[in-house]
C-alpha cells in the first residue's frame, strides 16, 4: 500500500489499527510546514528541532484519543502553536525578534554561505529572499505567524482553527501586507521596485 | 466587507467561480489591489517551507514507533512462562497453607441462650467472687 496517496483521516483510522508506518507517513507529511511554522515563531533552529520533536511525540501519545480524522491539520498545528506558547512562557519570553540583518551592512558576499562563488543571479534571489523574510520578521508576531500560517491553510480553515471571523484575518493579512510593503520600500527599494514591475 | 479586502481570498483561490469574476473586473480598475496583488506573487516565490534535520525526523521515530520496550527484548514465550508459573505458585500458597483462617470479626454466633444457662453462669460467677477460687 502506497501510504502517500492515503487522506489523513485514513492514516489516523489504519494508526489505530497498530500500523505504525502510518504515523511515520504524518511525520514525514509534516515535518517541513512544522518546523518552518515553529522556526518562524521561535526564530531559533534548535529551539524549532526540539519543538517540533516534542510535537510529533505529543501527536503520538494522543492520536489513537483523536476523533476528528478531517481535522488532523489543524489539530497538530494547534497543538504545536500551544508547545511554542509554553515554550515561551518557561523562557519568559513572548517574541524574540529576527536577527537585525536588514539593517547590517549588508553584501552580496554575507548571503553566500561558505564564501565560495556562486552565480550572481542565486545570489540576488537569496538577496530577496533574506530581504523578505526580514520584513515578514519586523511585523507584530499574531501577523507573523497568520503569514506561515497561510502557506498551509485556508483562510476558513485558519478562522476555525483559530475561532475569528474570516474578515478579521483578511483585515490582519491586508495590514501585513501593507507593512511588508512599507518595510521592503525603506529596507531594500529595489526589491520593491521588481514587484512592482 | 470591503472588497479590496478580499483579494487574498482571490489570489489564493478561495473564492467562488462568481465572485472570482466579480474580483477580477474589479481587479481590472483597482490600483491598490493591483499593487497588493503584485506583492502577494512575490512574497509567494520567495518564502520557503524548510525541512526539519534529519536527526530531528530519526529522533521522533526512535522515540515513537521504532521505540523499544522492555518486552521487545525478551521473547513473548518467557513472559506467558513466567506469568502462568506465578499463578500455579499463587494458587498453590492460597490452597495448601496451613496457616489458621482469621475470623471475621464483624460475625458472631447469636444462637439462644436458655435462662437456666444464664442462671448457672450467674452462680459460677457469684461463687468465684465468694471464694476467689476458680472452679
Ligand atoms: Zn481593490
Known amino acids: 500500500m502506497n501510504m502517500k496517496q492515503l487522506k489523513d483521516a485514513q492514516l489516523v483510522v489504519l494508526f489505530k489499527n497498530g500500523d505504525a508506518k502510518a504515523f511515520e507517513e504524518l511525520v514525514l507529511r509534516y515535518q517541513a510546514h512544522i518546523y518552518t511554522y515553529i522556526l518562524s515563531l521561535t526564530k531559533n533552529p534548535d529551539s524549532a528541532s526540539d519543538l517540533t520533536q516534542d510535537l510529533f511525540i505529543k501527536v503520538y501519545k494522543n492520536l489513537s484519543k483523536y476523533n476528528e480524522e478531517n481535522k488532523l491539520k489543524n489539530w497538530i498545528f494547534t497543538l504545536a502553536r500551544n508547545i511554542v506558547m509554553d515554550h515561551f512562557r518557561k523562557h519568559n519570553k513572548r517574541f524574540i525578534p529576527l536577527e537585525n540583518t536588514a539593517e547590517d551592512e549588508f553584501s552580496i558576499i554575507n548571503i553566500l554561505p561558505d564564501g565560495s562563488p556562486k552565480p550572481l543571479e542565486t545570489a540576488i534571489e537569496n538577496y530577496k529572499k533574506e530581504m523578505v523574510n526580514s520584513a515578514i520578521g519586523k511585523l507584530s508576531q499574531d501577523e507573523q505567524e497568520l503569514i506561515h500560517l497561510k502557506d498551509s491553510f485556508t483562510f476558513q480553515e485558519i478562522a476555525d482553527m483559530q475561532k475569528k471571523p474570516i474578515g478579521t484575518l483578511l483585515s490582519k493579512f491586508n495590514r501585513s501586507l501593507k507593512k511588508i510593503r512599507k518595510i521592503l520600500s525603506e529596507t531594500a527599494p529595489e526589491v520593491c521596485d521588481e514587484y512592482m514591475q | ?54 536527526n530531528v525526523i530519526q529522533d521522533i521515530f526512535n522515540k515513537t514507533t521504532r521505540r523499544r520496550f522492555f518486552h521487545a527484548y525478551v521473547k513473548t514465550w518467557k513472559i506467558g512462562f513466567a506469568v502462568a508459573a506465578s499463578l500455579f505458585v499463587g494458587f ?11 475470623p471475621d470479626t464483624y460475625s458472631y454466633d447469636i444462637s439462644p441462650i436458655s435462662y437456666d444457662d444464664i442462671a448457672q453462669i450467674d452462680m459460677t460467677i457469684s461463687e468465684i467472687e465468694y471464694t476467689g477460687n476458680i472452679i
Open chain 2, 1 to 54: 466587507m470591503n472588497i479590496c479586502n478580499k483579494l487574498p481570498l482571490f489570489f489564493y483561490n478561495e473564492m467562488s467561480k462568481e465572485d472570482g469574476e466579480k474580483f477580477r473586473q474589479h481587479l481590472k480598475d483597482c490600483k491598490n489591489c493591483q499593487c497588493s496583488f503584485a506583492m502577494l506573487d512575490f512574497l509567494q516565490n520567495k518564502q520557503e517551507v524548510q525541512s526539519a534535520p534529519l
Open chain 2, 92 to 102: 498453590f500458597v492460597m490452597f495448601y497453607s496451613d496457616e489458621p483462617q482469621i
